[in-house]
């Protein structure tokens, strides 16, 4: 049964940085995309980065691009995202995922699984 679990949200100040950690149980992760996703109620899931395992090439959207760095620790099997500059547009609940099956990471309907979300709140 793969799992994912996410960590390390919390509330910053603008300006601030944060970690998050991806930690993935029951899944080799071998060759995959995986994907950092962020959501804020009455709004679609919005694709965040992502990464593609064993290649190391990685992917961002637009509005996080110079900011946020998505990495990987093979031996862990966890995924990060190193967030910096926050803007208080960045919270939201970030989640986890993984499983992917598709032509655009960006798109939540090409991952088959997900974690539980971690909450990132930016104050100003």
């Known amino acids: 049964q793969v799992q994912l679990v996410e960590s390390g949200g919390g509330s910053v100040q603008a300006g601030g940085s944060l970690r998050l950690s991806c930690t993935a149980s029951?899944?080799?992760?071998?060759?995959?995309?995986m994907a950092w996703f962020r959501q804020i109620p009455g709004k679609e899931r919005e694709g965040v980065a992502a990464?593609?395992?064993?290649?190391?090439?990685?992917f961002y959207a637009d509005s996080v691009k110079g900011r946020f760095t998505i990495s990987r620790d093979d031996a862990k099997n966890t995924n990060y995202l190193q967030m910096n500059s926050l803007k208080l547009e960045d919270t939201a609940l970030y989640y986890c995922?993984?499983?992917?099956?598709?032509?655009?990471?960006?798109?939540?309907?090409?991952?088959?699984?997900w974690g539980q979300g971690t909450q990132v709140t930016v104050s100003g």
């Open positions: 029951g899944f080799s992760g071998r060759a995959e995309l």
């Open positions: 995922a993984a499983g992917y099956r598709g032509s655009d990471w960006a798109v939540p309907g090409n991952y088959a699984y």
């Open positions: 990464i593609l395992i064993g290649f190391g090439s990685t």
